[in-house]
């Protein structure tokens, strides 16, 4: 677990107002007794989460694929190459949702936008040394050209809301 009280606090925050504010259908499934607290979420995203990643085209055609999620500081991290699509269209449009889900139990649904952590002609976020050192750490060092060869994003949630109806069993105990 990396996350500070306060990201603990903020991301409390979140996951109340987000729930709060959700539709009638959504709070008859997701409720109190089914969903995590903060604490619970971070114990349980650790280490590389599959990410469904939905962007949209220049068009306005809704794309969805696969990346590598990492939950930290109360956020998601992910990353592709430079080259794919999705990074054309996080360029262009930086909206964007993804969901990580675990079969019946556990489903993380996040819309938000996302910010660019290493861009490639500009200023890395202030936080970029300490994630690559994580990144670098989970992949390898030498497992890309960091700088040329994959952008990483941030995604800063507008919205989240957990869907984990045994939450006790995925924190062990």
């Not at 996951?15 to 114990?43: C, K, N, Y």
């Not at 990346?67 to 080259?83: I, N, P, Y």
């Not at 996080?90 to 660019?116: N, S």
Request: charged share 20%.
């Amino acid at each position: 677990m990396r996350e500070t009280t306060d990201e603990l606090g903020e991301l409390q925050t979140l996951l109340d107002a987000s729930l709060s504010r959700s539709t009638g259908h959504l709070r008859s499934i997701i409720d109190r007794q089914s969903t995590a607290t903060a604490q619970q979420l971070v114990e349980v995203l650790t280490g590389m989460c599959v990410l469904t990643l939905a962007t949209v085209t220049a068009t306005g055609e809704p794309r969805i694929s696969g990346v590598d999620g990492h939950f930290l500081h109360g956020k998601w991290h992910f990353g592709t190459a430079r080259s794919a699509a999705k990074a054309r269209h996080l360029a262009a449009r930086p909206a964007a949702g993804v969901a990580h889900m675990r079969g019946e139990d556990l489903g993380v649904f996040t819309h938000g936008r996302v910010e660019i952590l290493n861009p490639q002609h500009g200023a890395p976020a202030d936080d970029w040394p300490e994630l690559l050192a994580y990144f670098k750490s989970f992949y390898g060092a030498d497992a890309f050209d960091w700088d040329n060869d994959v952008v990483y994003y941030r995604l800063h949630p507008g919205w989240t809301t957990v869907y984990a109806p045994d939450i006790a069993k995925l924190v062990g105990g």
